[in-house]
């Protein structure tokens, strides 16, 4: 696992693609911020609060005191990362977005973290011609955005900050593996970042709009996915690193899915979803903490 260490604290790029960002990530330091004082009676974050007996602990579904009481059992928090990108005509824009939340909700669910609200757009790759719909923020932009919401969050008692995303664009992981803290550790997860050929049949690793996302969708949301409208097509190894790089834009000749997904099935989608679910819990929530 690379690992970027820095004065301002030390990030961790878990599962990430072999493209060299870590390696080029530099933190700087942040100006030292006093932290938050709420203006409230002695014991308003004290007063009792039940927590919720089960489910996902989404910080938007909380009272101040809940997320008071949570983080002090566990100053972690899970923050999903989406995007509004079409994925071809068989799947829906939020594709990346839906995903990702159902993963960070079983996440939070299975290990009791703070789940943040998501953020619900990223850097989207260019197409060569236009889907309506599609939205997309610069790179410095979603950079920007999460330095500004996890400043505040760590002012409050965050210690440990988990971004997680299903989008593998090169310049949207930049954005991630570069958000700076003042002492809290960053990890970055790319769902699809982990090697998943062997359950799959006409690919050796994710693309987009996929067998791979294709399937996962077949399985959290069938009813968002329609294998009828589904095309195929597929670029070389040298042609997807390009791709992912924003090098080579989607070419006019695919329906906007790269991949194959006329493969997919939800029984797929189920053992692609329990894969990578177990290999983020293993890495992030079961193992001990990198050494700071």
């Given at each position: 696992m690379?690992a ?8 961790t ?12 990530a530099?933190i700087?330091?942040?100006?030292r911020?006093?932290?938050?004082t709420l203006?409230l ?10 927590l919720?007996?089960?489910g996902?602990l989404?910080?938007k579904?909380?009272?101040p ?9 566990d100053p972690?928090l899970?923050?999903?990362i989406?995007t509004?990108e ?6 829906p824009?939020?594709c ?10 079983d996440?939070?669910?299975?290990y ?6 998501t953020?619900?757009y990223?850097v989207?790759?260019?197409t060569?011609?236009g889907?309506t ?9 979603l ?10 969050w ?6 440990e ?5 299903a989008?593998g ?5 930049e954005?991630l ?7 809290a550790?960053?990890r970055?997860v790319d769902?699809f970042?982990?090697?998943?050929s062997d359950l799959?049949?006409?690919q050796r690793e994710a693309?987009h709009?996929d067998e791979?996302?294709?399937?996962i969708?077949?399985f959290?949301r ?6 009828d409208?589904?095309q ?5 190894r ?5 791709y992912r790089?924003?090098?080579?834009t ?14 997919a099935?939800a029984?797929?989608g189920k053992r692609?979803?329990e894969?990578i679910?177990?290999?983020i819990?293993d890495r992030i929530?079961?193992a ?5």
């Amino acid at each position: 696992m690379p690992a970027v260490r820095g004065s301002a604290g030390v990030l961790t790029h878990i599962a990430m693609r072999k493209s060299g960002i870590a390696a080029n990530a530099r933190i700087a330091r942040r100006r030292r911020l006093p932290l938050l004082t709420l203006r409230l009676p002695t014991d308003a974050m004290t007063l009792p609060s039940p927590l919720p007996a089960s489910g996902p602990l989404r910080v938007k579904e909380l009272n101040p005191a809940q997320v008071t009481a949570i983080l002090g059992n566990d100053p972690r928090l899970i923050i999903p990362i989406g995007t509004c990108e079409q994925h071809g005509p068989h799947l829906p824009l939020g594709c990346d977005t839906i995903i990702v939340e159902h993963m960070c909700d079983d996440l939070s669910a299975e290990y009791g973290v703070l789940r943040a609200p998501t953020v619900e757009y990223g850097v989207n790759v260019d197409t060569e011609r236009g889907f309506t719909g599609n939205a997309s923020l610069r790179k410095k932009t979603l950079h920007r955005m999460l330095n500004d919401l996890i400043d505040s969050w760590e002012a409050t008692g965050v210690r440990e900050f988990i971004l997680i995303t299903a989008h593998g664009q090169d310049a949207h992981q930049e954005a991630l593996a570069t958000v700076i803290t003042t002492a809290a550790r960053v990890r970055v997860v790319d769902m699809f970042g982990m090697n998943l050929s062997d359950l799959l049949d006409g690919q050796r690793e994710a693309m987009h709009g996929d067998e791979v996302d294709t399937s996962i969708m077949l399985f959290l949301r069938p009813e968002l996915a329609n294998l009828d409208l589904a095309q195929d097509y597929m670029m070389s190894r040298e042609q997807l690193r390009r791709y992912r790089r924003g090098w080579l834009t989607v070419p006019s000749g695919s329906a906007g899915s790269i991949g194959r997904p006329s493969l997919a099935s939800a029984e797929k989608g189920k053992r692609l979803y329990e894969r990578i679910f177990a290999k983020i819990s293993d890495r992030i929530f079961l193992a001990p903490a990198p050494a700071e």
